[in-house]
């Protein structure tokens, strides 16, 4: 099995290195890359794929992941 991991960048983007399938929620597929930089300020004009709008509005992501509630 190939090894993908998926870094965070401090107010920016989620780094995903390894050999993974994209498929939009209309089933549409990426073409497999090694290394992607995927949107998380949810401003990108590429989505799903980061294009630096981070930078320029400001994204303040939050320090950590908030675990899910165990109800």
């Known amino acids: 099995m190939a090894?993908?991991?998926i870094e965070t960048?401090?107010?920016g983007p989620y780094i995903?290195?390894?050999e993974v399938e994209l498929i939009d929620a209309h089933g549409n597929k990426?073409?497999?890359e090694k290394r992607m930089a995927?949107?998380?300020c949810g401003?990108?004009?590429e989505k799903?794929?980061?294009?630096?709008?981070?930078?320029?509005?400001?994204?303040?992501?939050a320090e950590k992941a908030v675990p899910?509630?165990?109800?």
């Open 43 to 45: 401003a990108s004009t």
């Open 48 to 61: 799903p794929f980061c294009d630096g709008t981070h930078s320029k509005i400001g994204f303040q992501a």
């Open 38 to 40: 995927l949107c998380r």
């Open 68 to 71: 899910e509630s165990k109800e």
């Open 30 to 32: 990426f073409p497999v």
């Open 9 to 11: 960048i401090k107010n």
């Open 3 to 5: 090894q993908v991991t």
């Open 16 to 18: 995903v290195t390894g």
